[in-house]
């Protein structure tokens, strides 16, 4: 399959990221994860559409753009066919 680099927030990576790298791994994708040199910012429209989701689908825990603690990194070292960031 696929060689993917996925570079993701080393604080408060969102849970959407967690699940994309999930299912790409659960598709048999080679994905290694990177952390990103500075803390990503999200825009105050984003974190409103965020908790416009939440309420929309009525989500008690957590929604798509909640933030994790973490996401491990896990380099590939090998030739690369795609970068997501």
């Known amino acids: 399959m696929v060689s993917i680099d996925v570079i993701v927030p080393q604080i408060a990576p969102r849970r ?3 699940l994309v790298i999930e299912r790409l791994r659960a598709d ?4 290694a994860v ?7 910012a999200w825009p105050a429209a984003a ?3 965020f ?5 929309l689908f009525r989500r ?3 929604g798509l753009g909640a933030p994790l603690d973490r996401l ?3 380099s590939g070292g090998r030739p690369v066919a ?3 960031d």
Not at 34 to 40: K, R, Y
Not at 51 to 55: D, P, T, V, W
């Open 60 to 62: 008690k825990g957590p």
């Open 16 to 18: 959407w990221q967690e």
């Open 47 to 49: 974190k409103l559409a």
């Open 51 to 55: 908790a416009f989701e939440q309420r």
């Open 72 to 74: 491990e990194a896990r």
């Open 82 to 84: 795609l970068r997501l």
């Open 34 to 40: 990177l952390h990103q040199a500075e803390a990503a």
């Open 28 to 31: 048999g994708h080679d994905v």
